[in-house]
């Protein structure tokens, strides 16, 4: 490992940050990709840990703040980080900072049942999808309920 194979491995890892973020391992597999050598690669990782370049922690964050923005349940987030090879621990300490936008949710899920006359058939269809964005069993029911309630409000029901 020598001065200039470290050097043309953090300027490589420095070029691929340049793009988007990445978890400290997706960075390492990036690198051995484009031919870094893995100890030149190791090193890279961590001299940008050292630096605070690099936060799996930080980085979850943000990916947490992006999906809640976005109108996803923690669910959704959970798994998404956990594919970009987020620690567990890491995982939970963005976790404890996560707040789904319930208003986002039910802008999707009136966006969904917009039309007059949605039967149950529609209603199961908005439950699923809402599902499959992350959001929990209670969290769905009080997502449909504010969506009646507010059409009630405006006299449509």
Known sequence: MSEESRKKALNTAANVL??????????????????????????AVSRLQELGLLSDSRYAADIA?????????????????????????DIE??????????????????????????????VKRVHDALFRRGFSYEEISDILRRYTSELEDNGEL
């Open 65 to 89: 703040r992006g999906y809640a923005m976005r109108g996803y349940g923690a669910g959704r987030v959970r798994q998404e980080l956990r594919k970009k090879h987020i620690s567990d621990e």
């Open 18 to 43: 340049q793009y988007r973020n990445r978890s400290s391992r997706d960075l390492l597999e990036r690198l051995l990709e484009k031919g870094v050598e893995e100890s030149d690669a190791e090193w």
């Open 93 to 122: 300490a963005a976790m404890e900072e996560f707040t789904p936008d319930m208003d986002k949710a039910l802008a999707f899920a009136a966006g969904k049942l917009s039309r007059k006359n949605a039967d149950r058939k529609d």
